[in-house]
């Protein structure tokens, strides 16, 4: 496709796309099409947040046995029902299920379930397990949340770093350029070779080091092998420090839970819930922060779709919020 004149206005782009905004405008093209409802998202298909779920907990290196909590956490949620998945933009209330998102927000609420995250419970499970792990060097690890923090946030930080950079230096030209007529076609190609040619030479003096060949892509950022040394890889670790047995069957040894979101907005407010850092714990901060890095969204949007899984999950809890607050009016008045 040759591009010149006018089109050069409009492919010459120097922005990076937005999560919410592509996810908005593939609604907005799917419905203004009148496309028919999508295949359907069954257990098997990989958009279905069972899967996904097991993807992104390889990702941050987390240990195997949580996926068996995510997917009580998705059946007990009624979040991972076909309809539900299914999307339909012809149907008169058509759903949109942000699949990545939703499946992160299932992992956080299920570490919530586990640890926490109040900056206390988290790092006393941690040395119960550390200290286990030194007397039972033989025996399969406990997972040490601490030590997984430790791990986690030098690795985040090094490609957050990385990716900063690459950012930076990111140079906002197509690899064939754009003119606006045919007649100057010859100008800017020349143009063009003498500006490569000065960043190869410039390239050369301030670093000498040779380029990297680019790697082919993959779906993760993130790479954990037990045969790697200089990480360590927790997805073989145990859960058994957090768990207790009550009768034939394991629970957490956390009986506690604080819900994200206290109470929600309005219907016609534009947003459902506010997130401030300044709110929350240090430990679901920079869950959310590495998270919301994987999949390059704002951390109020991944807290946004977790509080509205909890509030699926415990409809009891937000009833009752509500007949605190109808009460205090009904005083007040």
Same mark, same amino acid.
């Given at each position: 496709m040759k591009l010149y004149g006018r089109d050069k206005g409009i492919f010459a782009i120097e922005s990076w796309p937005n999560y919410e905004d592509i996810h908005k405008k593939m609604i907005e093209? #799917?419905?203004?099409?009148?496309l028919p409802r999508? @295949?359907?998202? +069954? !257990?098997?298909?990989?958009?279905? @947040?069972n899967i996904l779920c097991m993807k992104y907990l390889m990702e941050v290196n987390l240990?195997? !046995?949580?996926?068996?909590? +995510?997917? =009580?956490?998705?059946?007990? #949620?009624?979040?991972g029902e076909v309809d539900f998945l299914t999307f339909d933009p012809i149907a008169k209330m058509a759903k949109t299920v942000k699949y990545d998102v939703q499946a992160i927000a299932v992992i956080v609420i299920v570490l919530k379930l586990l640890f926490l995250l109040d900056d206390s419970l988290e790092w006393s499970l941690s040395t119960i397990a550390e200290k286990y792990n030194e007397e039972n060097k033989e025996d399969k690890p406990w997972f040490d949340f601490r030590k997984w923090y430790q791990v986690m946030k030098k690795s985040f930080d090094d490609k957050k770093q990385k990716w900063e950079e690459a950012r930076a230096k990111y140079v906002w030209k197509s690899e064939k350029p754009l003119y606006h007529s045919s007649i100057d076609r010859s100008v800017v190609y020349k143009r063009r070779e003498m500006v490569v040619n000065l960043q190869k030479q410039f390239s050369t003096l301030v670093d000498? +080091? @040779?380029?990297? !060949?680019?790697?082919? @892509?993959?779906?993760? =950022?993130?790479?954990? +092998?037990? !045969?790697?040394?200089? *990480?360590?890889?927790?997805?073989?670790?145990?859960? =058994?420090?957090?768990? *207790? *047995?009550?009768?034939q069957s394991l629970t957490t040894k956390n009986s506690l839970y604080w819900l994200s979101t206290q109470k929600f907005c309005k219907s016609y407010c534009k947003h459902v819930t506010t997130y401030e850092e300044s709110n929350f714990?240090?430990?679901?901060q920079f869950i959310l922060n590495l998270f919301s890095f994987l999949l390059r969204i704002k951390t109020s949007f991944l807290h946004e779709e977790v509080s509205l899984i909890e *509030?699926?999950?415990?409809?009891?809890?937000?009833?009752?919020?509500k007949k605190k607050s109808s009460r205090s009016r009904k005083v007040r008045k």
């Open positions: 093209v #799917a419905t203004f099409l009148d999508f @295949p359907d998202i +069954t !257990e098997d298909c990989y958009l279905h @947040p240990p195997d !046995e949580m996926h068996s909590f +995510t997917c =009580q956490v998705v059946k007990m #949620a009624g979040i000498s +080091t @040779p380029t990297v !060949e680019k790697k082919s @892509p993959s779906s993760f =950022q993130f790479n954990w +092998t037990e !045969e790697d040394t200089d *990480k360590t890889c927790f997805h073989g670790h145990s859960l =058994q420090g957090i768990l *207790k *047995k009550k009768g714990s240090l430990s679901y *509030k699926r999950l415990f409809k009891t809890k937000y009833s009752k919020t």
